[in-house]
């Protein structure tokens, strides 16, 4: 489907829907967006590197407190104006966000950004910089983690000004393989435009 067509429908809807099942409510572009998911994600959000830096991760935050939790947003947020610092690249320099830009490059131009974010909703890793830090106050984390180890969501199609795309937000909460129990998140844009 043409981007115009689907604009000039009004057919904007939220999805939360499994990585096989169907969905009670999505976008157009929902079945494809499900697809690209098995086919190029499903495969490596288990990955050790991804798993091993959330667990890592939650046990370094699982103390962390509210306020704590608003001081280091209110950093990062600093920091994403600045262009950079500490906490920024900490997170830019790691082991997954490397792993995730990899990702994004393969990708060529389908993945607009990728970030894992741990149990509290935090920024585990990083393809670009976020706007924000803390993302467990929003449906991309609320959707997925809250909800169990196979929730996806796919959010609306929007217009990003910054990169001129049709994207969607696909939203997959990530388990441990272990257990079988989540562990954090993932969120994926995806230029729609590029979809099959």
């Given at each position: 489907?043409?981007?115009?067509?689907?604009?000039?429908?009004?057919?904007?809807?939220?999805?939360?829907?499994a990585f096989g099942g169907t969905s009670a409510s999505a976008n157009d572009f929902a079945d494809q967006i499900t697809a690209?998911?098995?086919?190029?994600?499903?495969?490596?959000?288990?990955?050790p590197v991804v798993v091993e830096a959330i667990?890592?991760?939650?046990?370094?935050?699982?103390g962390l407190s509210e306020a704590?939790?608003?001081?280091?947003?209110?950093?990062?947020?600093a920091e994403?104006?600045?262009g950079s610092?500490?906490?920024?690249?900490?997170?830019?320099?790691?082991?997954?966000?490397?792993?995730?830009?990899?990702?994004?490059?393969?990708?060529?131009?389908?993945?607009s950004e990728i970030f894992v974010m741990d149990g509290k909703g935090l920024n585990v890793g990083q393809s670009d910089i976020t706007s924000d830090y803390m993302q467990g106050d929003e449906d991309k984390w609320q959707k997925t983690y809250l909800v169990g180890p196979d929730a996806v969501?796919?959010?609306?199609?929007?217009?990003d000004d910054s990169s001129g795309q049709f994207q969607s937000q696909a939203n997959?909460?990530?388990?441990?393989?272990?257990?079988?129990?989540?562990?954090?998140?993932?969120t994926i844009g995806i230029n729609v435009e590029k979809l099959n």
């Open positions: 489907m043409r981007i115009g067509t689907y604009l000039a429908q009004g057919v904007i809807a939220v999805s939360l829907i690209t998911l098995n086919d190029q994600v499903k495969g490596w959000i288990s990955d667990k890592a991760q939650n046990a370094e935050t699982s704590d939790i608003d001081a280091l947003d209110k950093q990062w947020r994403a104006n600045a610092g500490p906490l920024i690249d900490e997170v830019l320099a790691n082991k997954l966000s490397a792993f995730l830009k990899e990702k994004k490059a393969a990708s060529n131009g389908l993945f969501f796919i959010d609306e199609v929007e217009f997959v909460t990530i388990a441990d393989p272990a257990s079988g129990q989540p562990i954090g998140a993932i």
